[in-house]
């Protein structure tokens, strides 16, 4: 029985009322025991005309009865788009039945020699599966992927041979292709003579030379372009990539037109947040310059996707509702006759009620399955392949196979206007892999091939005129590689496409086509003489440094300065007017502000890329800027300035990314640190950053307190990158708390790119030497502990500027290997022990980070050394509650260094007692990293 109120299916009595007098409702079916709002409260007009509306919806019920749903689906199909062709206003839909999008009679004629590429991707897929299954036996459990490229060789033929434009007469496109089909890649590489057999017989052996498991640009520079096999990075780059080509374009810095993004992804892959996360912005800008072909094999790496659902249905309707177009390509053409037969809708109600566990199951068995179970639920199924062999259902092929249906769309998809257009591919993982194989639940994981499993494959790619029985199992520890000559018809095929479509891909290249001119001293000479009495933050000193470098001449318009929703937090709205935030279309109404000096100003010309709330779509738009050195052959120079506390964080992968794919540019981490953020707390404050950060190795981790060190770091990093062409990127500090800033000593410059120098000597005539080592914001309790310690405690500290503590221990961590390698030579000094041996005395090192900061270099320094820090969580209070809590205030400096002269001897520790009174310390309390009420 159910509730009161309620029917036993779970619908509210009086909707049901209300149904049968015309209310609709879009509940769910019957069958479920809940109900979701759908259109049912849209149109809220007063109906003028109801008996009108209620003969429509008896004309509708009239064709459901009479016909059945697939005939009222489709009426209702066709006069929604009707009223989209007459204006109406009617929202698109967001499902289609699950068939191909384009009809057989809008096909593209194959341009192609079919037979020829056909045998051509035959090849390629036997020595992809070669050079995996030879890997992992000559090193067993060294991995591979066999599957997923199997799955998708026909989706890359057809876009290497007819669509992918490669880079010998200009950028060309840019090709983002999935990780785990490397090997086809290699394969396909190694046809055009661009690999040979040793490098395909060291697949994931590199130490020594050999073949990167994925796609990494770090590892092999001049072959892959883009990292992708971190999944769900590759798709937010490429829509990333392909906004970054309009911005390019709307700014003149280089014409774009002709370049288009392609990406390649699983569509298990689509699970990943970076995935789809950002789709909406490529349908909102209209990006027709982007294409994403998603392999739908329904199989993640360990089963099904979608089992109890249909992964296609489900991509169709998010990306169709983001704004894209989306082109289904699901059925191979020898289903076509069926379709057109199924003058019923039977069919079609099949392929619609099946779900993604079936359809797996099906190509894992054999034709004689099929027909009993997808064909066999009613007579007119079984009528539609009465006369067809098993044999005959078994090779109805899936549209991800087939070479027309797939040029059709690609073609479809680059004539397309407005909009991106996602390819929703339906293929077999494991494709012509054979039994055991193809399909199966476990079919990622196989990265070997038996012989007996090799002749098979042999045999269903064609390939037994090419190599015989013997030649697999004369030798099974090196089934052989299949390379027709350079001149064969095949070869010269293949490469007279490639030829046609400016080079080979994937290739990375580092050819300039607009080159840059790096800034003068000026624009950092400015900061050099201080700020005198003025207060301001390193954050504000950024904003002017930025400012004068956009407006440095031939230089300026290269600068690319990105931030999230946060430019006013950080003072980067004097910016907005001056060099305006870039819309595609550009500004559209009158911003709420206009009348202010400071107004908010978009336009299609705009400089700043204001990327809103979303640090990962910000970092993939950094990352398309640093990488146009190569990519485009147009080197741009990206400052994404952020939430420190929210950068690698949230994004530490992309970020690693960055460094794979050998960006140049610079990651400015505002509202630095852990206490200068005061009254945000713990989700706010960062204490750790640095160190995530100095994870990345080409990261060079600054931690700059002062205006001319901030300058000379980013002058350095300006000739490091693209004067010196480093492949390495910056992660820089930026504060928000105002003080003066001193004027820059003499001689200091080397000191502050290597990651340390003197600041300030000791005061004269005390009995007493010691070393204070500060960073950043941390420098005035720094400079007020030297006052009191030396006017109250007869200790003469020196005080000295970190600039990078990473770099101190990369350079550290070079000399001791030196020495260690060359024992019978004079060893080497690293940099940071030859300058603090000159203190004499235990040295104290402070920051706003954790101690394992400065713990970096702690083997290193001579004598005694103690880091302060801010381990544990952040609070909102003030700063100088907040100093106090994690006890990097003067209190703690002072009785710190006290402390330390006490364990030299030097002192008694009835001194340090007497500075715990002075200022209230609590030795009893608990450490603040412990303290977690």
């Known amino acids: 029985m159910g509730s009161p109120g309620w029917r036993n299916n779970g619908v509210p009595r009086d909707l049901e009322v209300r149904r049968r007098q015309g209310v609709t409702f879009g509940l769910l079916e019957k069958r479920r025991t809940r109900y979701v709002i759908g259109d049912d409260f849209t149109f809220q007009l007063p109906d003028a005309h109801p ?17 059945g749903e697939p005939r009222a689906r489709f009426l209702i199909a066709k006069l929604l788009k009707h009223a989209q062709d007459r204006a109406v206003g009617v929202p698109k839909t967001v499902s289609t039945p699950y068939i191909n999008t384009i009809p057989p009679d809008f096909e593209q004629p194959f341009p192609g020699d079919e037979d020829i590429e056909g045998r051509l991707r035959r090849i390629v897929s036997w020595n992809a599966a070669v050079m995996v299954t030879k890997a992992n036996i000559a090193v067993d459990g060294i991995g591979g992927h066999l599957s997923s490229f199997a799955s998708s060789a026909m989706l890359y033929d057809v876009g290497f041979n007819h669509f992918f434009r490669g880079h010998q007469n200009g950028p060309g496109d840019h090709v983002y292709i999935q990780g785990h089909a490397s090997p086809g890649i290699y394969a396909r590489a190694f046809l055009e003579g661009r690999l040979d057999e040793a490098d ?3 697949f994931r052996r590199e130490i020594g030379g050999g073949l990167s498991s994925y796609p990494h640009p770090r590892l092999m520079p001049e072959f892959w372009e883009y990292p992708t096999v971190s999944m769900g990075l590759g798709p937010i780059n490429s829509i990333y990539q392909a906004r970054f080509l309009r911005y390019l374009q709307h700014r003149g810095i280089q014409d774009t037109s002709t370049s288009r993004v392609w990406c390649f992804i699983g569509d298990g892959e689509t699970d990943e947040p970076e995935t789809l996360g950002s789709i909406s912005l490529a349908g909102r800008e209209r990006l027709d310059n982007l294409t994403w072909v998603i392999n739908c094999n329904l199989q993640r790496l360990d089963g099904p996707v979608r089992g109890n659902g249909k992964i296609i249905q489900e991509l169709e309707a998010m990306f169709r509702g983001a704004g894209w177009n989306v082109i289904k390509v699901i059925w191979g053409t020898n289903w076509d006759p069926l379709l057109a037969a199924d003058e019923g809708g039977y069919l079609v109600r099949r392929m619609n009620e099946s779900i993604d566990g079936e359809y797996q199951v099906y190509k894992a068995r054999d034709g004689a399955f099929v027909k009993e179970r997808f064909f066999g639920p009613g007579p007119e199924l079984q009528q539609l392949v009465a006369h067809m062999s098993d044999d005959e259902v078994w090779a109805l092929r899936r549209g991800g196979h087939d070479y027309k249906k797939l040029y059709t769309a690609y073609k479809t998809a680059t004539d397309a206007t407005n909009a991106p257009t996602v390819i929703l591919a339906k293929t077999i993982k494991g494709f012509m892999l054979g039994e055991g194989v193809q399909g199966g639940m476990t079919t990622h994981q196989v990265k070997k091939l038996s012989s007996e499993q090799l002749i098979g494959l042999r045999d269903r790619l064609q390939l037994q005129d090419d190599i015989s029985d013997e030649a697999i199992l004369a030798n099974p520890e090196s089934p052989p590689y299949l390379r027709p000559a350079q001149d064969s018809p095949e070869v010269d095929y293949m490469l007279a496409r490639r030829r046609e479509l400016n080079g ?15 800034p003068p001293h000026e624009p950092f000479a400015e900061f050099e003489g201080g700020s005198g009495s003025v207060e301001v933050s390193t954050t504000g000193v950024f904003t002017r440094m930025l400012r004068s470098l956009a407006r440095t001449e031939e230089f300026g318009d290269r600068v690319v300065p990105i931030i999230p929703d946060e430019g006013r937090t950080f003072g980067m709205d004097a910016l907005f007017k001056e060099l305006e935030i870039y819309a595609s279309r550009g500004q559209l109404y009158e911003p709420v502000d206009a009348h202010l000096l400071l107004s908010y100003q978009e336009s299609q010309d705009g400089q700043i890329l204001e990327e809103g709330i979303t640090e990962a779509g910000a970092t993939a738009s950094w990352i398309a800027a640093a990488t146009s050195y190569a990519n485009r052959g147009v080197p741009m120079v990206p400052f994404y300035t952020f939430y420190s506390m929210f950068g690698f964080q949230r994004v530490g992968d992309l970020i690693w990314s960055a460094a794979d794919s050998r960006a140049r ?25 640095l160190l995530q950060a100095s994870v990345v190795p080409v990261c060079q981790v600054y931690d700059p307190a002062f205006a001319y060190e901030l300058g000379v770091i980013v002058e350095n990093g300006l000739h490091r990158m693209y004067g010196d062409n480093e492949d390495i990127f910056y992660y820089i500090t930026l504060y928000n708390e105002a003080y003066t800033h001193p004027s820059k000593p003499d001689g200091i410059d080397e000191g502050i790119v290597k990651g340390i120098y003197r600041w300030e000597r000791a005061p004269e005539g005390r009995d007493h030497k010691v070393g204070i080592l500060f960073s950043g914001s941390a420098h005035s309790a720094a400079r007020a502990a030297q006052q009191t310690l030396a006017h109250d405690y007869n200790v003469g500290a020196e005080l000295w500027s970190v600039t990078s503590y990473k770099s101190l ?9 030196w020495n260690r390698l060359h024992p019978d030579e004079t060893p080497r000094v690293p940099y940071v022990t030859k300058h603090l041996e000159t203190v004499g005395g235990p040295i104290v090192a402070v920051t706003d980070y954790m101690k394992a900061v400065s713990d970096q270099i702690a083997r290193w320094v001579p004598g005694s050394f103690m880091p302060l820090g801010t381990d544990g969580f952040g609070r909102s209070d003030s700063r100088e509650a907040l100093r106090r809590f994690f006890e990097i205030d003067e209190a703690h400096i002072v009785a710190t260094v006290l402390k330390s002269l006490v364990d030299q001897g030097a002192l008694e520790p009835k001194v340090v007692l007497e500075v715990i009174e002075r200022y209230g310390i609590d030795p009893d309390s608990l450490p603040p990293e412990l303290d977690t009420p």
């Open 200 to 202: 395909l017989d060291r």
């Open 809 to 817: 221990r990369e350079e550290a961590l070079e000399v001791e290997r």
């Open 665 to 689: 540019g610079f990651l400015m981490g505002a509202t630095a640190g852990r206490t200068t953020l005061l009254g945000e707390g713990l989700q706010h404050q960062d204490g750790h950053s």
């Open 504 to 518: 080979p891909l994937p290739q990375r290249t580092l050819d300039t086509f607009v080159p840059l001119t790096l």
């Open 51 to 67: 008996d009108e509306t209620q003969e429509w919806l008896d004309s509708l019920d009239n064709v459901i009865n009479a016909d």
